[in-house]
């Protein structure tokens, strides 16, 4: 891909102008120009538009970040805010309409209702990996909501967040959304404040920072953050089938997912034919080998390519295939380990690299007991066509999502909520999910002054229909 001439540079938020920003956004949301549906209508176009009339140079970034191919960016990260965009924008009305309470004859003259109102000032700090997707995308239900916004995106990905600065500039009020572009000092600042919701996507580590500050002032915050997500199959499935959906999942942005399958539990019986029906996938995936395939993305930066070659390294497993690992270029070959202990390195973390450790096991309840002695995993995934296989393991794990047959992509299903559970996060969003988690739903009542007739609560308690 030739080098952008057009991209800006990554210019960090100085630390001390955060609090000014801040005061101009509670200012902006106290003035109420957010609340109207309309309001919040142009704002989504507002977005469509920045998407849509920029995705060459948005891809253009993320090939500089990722070294991603713009296939890859449009489906799967600007081209997902973009549906999100239209997904919300045509349900908007319904969403942010009053709805009446579920009808109690006795609470009914009251006329109960709920109103959806907007938190206010929304902090929005998301990841490097799907800069666009989790940044913009999210930010769709927040503003749909009738909030603020103010977005503090990645400093490993530089060329993304720096074009989003640009853009978002260019096509919003500046007090209604605004980058701050930088890292810990910035993002640090940042949590000292009090915000009327905090979504925060990344990691468990720096999760739990941003939970104790938003604990500070008691403020909702919706965690999207990471973990092993395992997958079970089934000793009579379709391997051929199973390894091409799995592949993808791995090796797609250099498994830099949030959702990528991390590790496969395998019947023992059927490993070798499954390890490989995944070394055919590779070769045809990348019939000259992935290190010069433009189909193939790199580690985002060197730091973490270091911190796969030291897992990799210490693992216990037999490398089968790949294994290759070059630092400076940020590249590690799409890469299965088979006899991974399950106490090995490359079970001691989520892997976030296309490295598949597979786990031979007797049977499906040693795979459930393994899974259910970890964390709960953002997601779980099942390769099998028997509905049985598919239940038991449905009915006695937990996770964030799980999918038969699929992986990964049910975070760009509308209609079914995204999130985690436990370790993996909290909340949901994604649609009417996201827009849930953004609004205030304010419980209203309008009682008239007949209805004492029905209820005589008022003291003296000495009246008979008191009496119990
Ligand atoms: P990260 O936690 O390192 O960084 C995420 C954000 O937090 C960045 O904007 C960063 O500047 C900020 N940050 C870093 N240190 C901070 C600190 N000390 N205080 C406050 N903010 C700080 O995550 P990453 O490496 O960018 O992303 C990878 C992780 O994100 C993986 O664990 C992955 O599973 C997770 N993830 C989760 C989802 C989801 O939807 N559940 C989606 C994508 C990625």
């Not at 490993?156 to 701050?180: G, M, N, R, W």
């Not at 490359?346 to 040693?366: G, Q, R, T």
């Amino acid at each position: 891909m030739s080098q952008p001439a057009t991209l800006p540079l990554f210019m960090e938020t100085p630390v001390e102008d955060i609090p000014k920003i801040y005061d101009e956004f509670k200012k902006s949301f106290a003035t109420g120009k957010t609340r109207p549906v309309d309001f919040r209508k142009q704002q989504l176009i507002n977005l469509g538009y920045m998407l849509k009339e920029n995705m060459e140079r948005l891809c253009q970034a993320l090939y500089k970040d990722l070294g991603r191919h713009p296939t890859e960016s449009e489906a799967g990260d600007v081209g997902m805010a973009i549906n999100e965009v239209a997904y919300v924008y045509g349900n908007i009305d319904k969403w942010a309409a009053t709805e009446n309470g579920t009808f109690v004859a006795k609470w009914s003259p009251m006329g109960p209702q709920v109103r959806k109102e907007p938190k206010g000032v929304v902090l929005i700090i998301s990841p490097f990996n799907f800069p666009i997707l989790l940044s913009c995308g999210h930010m769709v239900t927040a503003l749909a909501a009738g909030n603020v916004v103010v977005l503090k995106p990645s400093e490993l990905s530089p060329h993304t967040s720096a074009l989003l600065a640009e853009l978002v500039a260019q096509y919003f009020d500046p007090t209604v959304v605004t980058v701050i572009n930088g890292g810990v000092p910035q993002a640090t600042k940042l949590l000292e404040l009090q915000w009327d919701h905090i979504l925060y996507t990344g990691s468990n580590r720096v999760g739990k920072i941003v939970a104790t500050a938003a604990a500070q002032y008691l403020t909702p915050v919706t965690l999207e953050l990471g973990g092993k997500s395992p997958t079970f199959i089934d000793p009579s499935m379709d391997l051929k089938f199973a390894a091409h959906r799995i592949m993808w999942g791995k090796v797609a942005n250099a498994g830099q997912i949030c959702l990528s399958p991390d590790y496969v539990l395998v019947p023992r019986q059927i490993e070798q034919k499954f390890i490989d029906e995944c070394i055919a996938v590779l070769q045809e995936f990348y019939p000259e080998g992935a290190r010069t395939s433009e189909s193939y993305c790199r580690i985002v930066t060197e730091q973490h390519t270091k911190r796969i070659q030291h897992l990799l390294a210490d693992t216990k497993g037999d490398i089968v295939f790949g294994g290759e690992i070059d630092v400076e270029g940020k590249y590690v070959a799409p890469t299965l380990v088979k006899n991974v202990p399950k106490d090995d390195s490359l079970m001691s973390e989520e892997l976030f690299a296309p490295i598949l450790p597979i786990i031979a096991i007797d049977d499906i309840e040693e795979g459930i007991a393994f899974v259910n002695s970890r964390d709960h995993p953002l997601a779980i995934y099942v390769f099998s066509f028997d509905k049985k296989f598919q239940d038991k393991v449905f009915d006695n794990t937990r996770s964030g999502g799980a999918m038969v047959n699929e992986v990964v992509v049910h975070a760009a299903v509308d209609g079914v909520p995204f999130g985690g559970v436990g370790a993996s996060g909290n909340g949901y969003l994604i649609g009417r999910y996201g827009f849930e988690t953004f609004s205030h739903l304010r419980a209203t009542l309008n009682s008239p002054p007949w209805f004492d007739k029905l209820w005589p609560r008022y003291p003296p308690y000495n009246e008979p229909n008191l009496r119990r």
